[in-house]
């Protein structure tokens, strides 16, 4: 069955210093592949998504992607993270065909101290 | 502003009563996502609409039913409520209706279940 796994929970950053969010997905083909945002009291935001192509991605507020077929992952980076980034980050896999059944992954929620 | 509406942004009702919730998508999007999101269960996929027809199911309660109306804004309906049905629903609207399809989501809906 199709997975989508954010290893890490929580994570906390310094403000100015780089990010990566893990992203691993079990998928028998090539799937679509979303990272999304998540501020409180809010609707998810979308960063950004690799459908093929390039397999480095670059998304909205600075974020970029890379997906590694070899390696099943899909990890979201940002050289350096701003106060404002502080949110809960949902990394999903889009499959089935014509039928749009994406899945989430539990999401990781990022804390960026001062 | 992603574009899709919902209403009512807070819903508190008892339990073994009955909700509408309803959803605008953007404007020119034929296809509607229903997403419940709960602090056990995460993000889960409930039941898609396309162009007024249901094109798939995801982890959908019986108790729970969906439709998408002519002018494609859709309702969800949930029935003889539990607790556990406690959670912000989220709908979201993409303009196709398949895997590739990019889903924008509204603000949610959060609904208290006493």
């Known amino acids: 069955a199709q997975s989508v796994t954010q290893p890490d929970i929580h994570i906390t950053v310094s403000e100015g210093a780089s990010l990566e969010l893990r992203c691993n997905y079990s998928?028998?083909?090539?799937?679509?592949l979303f990272w999304y945002v998540q501020s409180p009291g809010q609707g998810l935001q979308l960063l950004l998504k690799?459908?093929?192509?390039?397999?480095l991605v670059q998304g909205i507020k600075g974020f970029e992607a890379e997906f590694k077929r070899s390696q099943s992952s899909f990890n979201l980076r940002k050289p350096s993270v701003h106060w404002s980034d502080a949110a809960e980050y949902f990394c999903?896999?889009?499959?089935?065909?014509?039928?749009?059944?994406?899945?989430f992954g539990a999401g990781t929620r990022l804390t960026v101290k001062p | 502003d992603s574009g899709v509406t919902q209403t009512p942004k807070h819903l508190i009702t008892a339990t073994g009563q009955r909700v509408t919730l309803r959803c605008s998508p953007r404007?020119?999007?034929?296809?509607v996502y229903w997403y419940q999101q709960s602090l056990d269960q995460g993000l889960q996929f409930l039941i898609q609409?396309?162009?007024?027809?249901?094109?798939a199911k995801g982890n959908i309660l019986e108790r729970f039913s969906a439709q998408q109306f002519p002018d494609l804004h859709s309702e969800l309906n949930l029935s003889s409520l539990e607790l556990g049905d406690s959670a912000l629903y989220f709908c979201?609207?993409?303009?196709?209706?398949?895997?590739?399809?990019?889903?924008?989501f509204g603000p949610g809906t959060r609904l208290t279940v006493l």
């Open positions: 979201a609207s993409s303009v196709v209706g398949g895997a590739s399809g990019t889903q924008y």
């Open positions: 998928y028998g083909a090539t799937p679509y």
């Open positions: 690799y459908f093929s192509g390039d397999t």
């Open positions: 999903a896999v889009g499959v089935g065909g014509e039928n749009n059944d994406m899945r």
């Open positions: 404007s020119g999007d034929l296809s």
């Open positions: 609409y396309y162009n007024g027809e249901e094109r």
